[in-house]
């Protein structure tokens, strides 16, 4: 299906565009901590993020990692925008703790049906 003949390209408005972050935490109450953070940093090491971020073609923010990226990946503005790119990009504000609740309910409602 997707050799269909169909380029689909992305891009970044001039205007800018929501910026995102994948994270991993730790919960409080985890049952196996040092496991937890023995496993993070593995995966923060800068030749295992190299590595995820040329196998799946995604950014990472650990720059010591950027010698160790591959051309095609650390050379895609579309990975790796260029600063004046970057600096029109925004994150979204976090919702108030009302909102958060309303938004929590209608998510819930879409969800269940209900």
């Not at 030749?47 to 990946?73: I, P, R």
């Amino acid at each position: 299906e997707a050799d269909n003949g169909v380029k689909v390209e992305f891009s970044i408005p001039k205007e800018g565009a929501l910026m995102w972050f994948d994270q991993m935490a730790i919960p409080t109450d985890a049952p196996h901590v040092d496991n937890a953070h023995a496993f993070l940093n593995f995966v923060m090491d800068a030749k295992v993020m190299a590595k995820n971020s040329n196998y799946v073609y995604y950014a990472n923010g650990n720059k010591a990692s950027q010698e160790f990226l591959n051309e095609d990946v650390i050379g895609d503005p579309a990975i790796y925008p260029p600063e004046e790119t970057v600096k029109t990009l925004y994150t979204k504000t976090p919702y108030s703790p009302k909102a958060q609740r309303v938004v929590t309910r209608l998510w819930t409602k879409v969800k269940t049906g209900n």
